[in-house]
Nanobody
Framework: QVRLVESGGGLVQAGGSLRLSCAFSGRTFSNYDMGWFRQAPGKDREFVAAVHWAGLTTTYADSVKGRFTISRDNAKNILSLQMNSLKPEDAANYLC??????????????????WGQGTQVTVSS
């Protein structure tokens, strides 16, 4: 069974940076496309970014493009999200997700089979 554990969240001022990590275990990490989503209280789960199982392609939500960078280390079974120029509207619980590799990266929650519990990001204005 796949297990995902996020870390790296916290409180940051607007304009600051955070780096989130997701530790993957239970299966072969390089067989899985990976994604980051976020969910603020009272809102739907929102796509942030995704990366191909081999790291060949990435995709981002328009709202984070140019500020966030998703990456993976298949040797260490770690997924990362570097978040720069953070805005108050980026505040949310950030969740790591995984699915067995497919033809195209998915940007919808139903496209993923496994989820972590999330790590909270708070951005003060």
């Amino acid at each position: 069974q796949v297990r995902l554990v996020e870390s790296g969240g916290g409180l940051v001022q607007a304009g600051g940076s955070l780096r989130l990590s997701c530790a993957f275990s239970g299966r072969t990490f390089s067989n899985y496309d990976m994604g980051w989503f976020r969910q603020a209280p009272g809102k739907d789960r929102e796509f942030v970014a995704a990366v191909h199982w081999a790291g060949l392609t990435t995709t981002y939500a328009d709202s984070v493009k140019g500020r966030f960078t998703i990456s993976r280390d298949n040797a260490k079974n770690i997924l990362s999200l570097q978040m720069n120029s953070l805005k108050p509207e980026d505040a949310a619980n950030y969740l790591c997700s995984a699915r067995l590799f497919g033809q195209q990266l998915s940007s919808v929650p139903d496209g993923y089979d496994y989820w972590g519990q999330g790590t909270q990001v708070t951005v003060s204005s």
